[in-house]
């Protein structure tokens, strides 16, 4: 089986990490760690957007996401999984979902903030969109809040 994990820095995708690692999955089976890095700056300030040191960011934001799936690859590694390790620039919604496609992945897991109402519709729903277009199922892991 083809599990992509797609992760960042956040404690949902630590969540997510955690429920991939304790499961049991077919013998064989192996995950793909997946990062988004989209450093698509949101301001449209000409003054601030001649500041920003695009290249710097691009690279500490990869250094972040490689030590986060080092941790995550040991943990899923621990249980008996064959783990890959892929950083990618841009959207995380159209990343996943292209990596998903190409990979040919069975499965794509997924962290969520669980955002509702203005607070999704001002920050997007990463999970929504690849729910919407992945070529597969999706698995979006949330924690309740009495967990959290």
Known sequence: ???LL???DSPYSADAVEEVA???WPKGSTVRLLSAVDVTPIATDP???ATLDIDALRSEITRRYKKVMSLAAGSLQENGLTVEM???DGDPRSVIVDEAKEWSANLVVVG???YTGVKRWLLGSVAHSIV???PCS???VRKSTAEA
Do not use: Q, Y
Request: charged content about 20%.
């Open 112 to 114: 969520s903030h669980g």
């Open 22 to 24: 304790t499961r049991p």
């Open 138 to 140: 999706v698995e979006v």
């Open 86 to 88: 892929v950083v990618r």
């Open 6 to 8: 797609a992760i960042d």
């Open 1 to 3: 089986m083809k599990i």
């Open 47 to 49: 003054a601030f957007l």
């Open 132 to 134: 919407s277009h992945a």
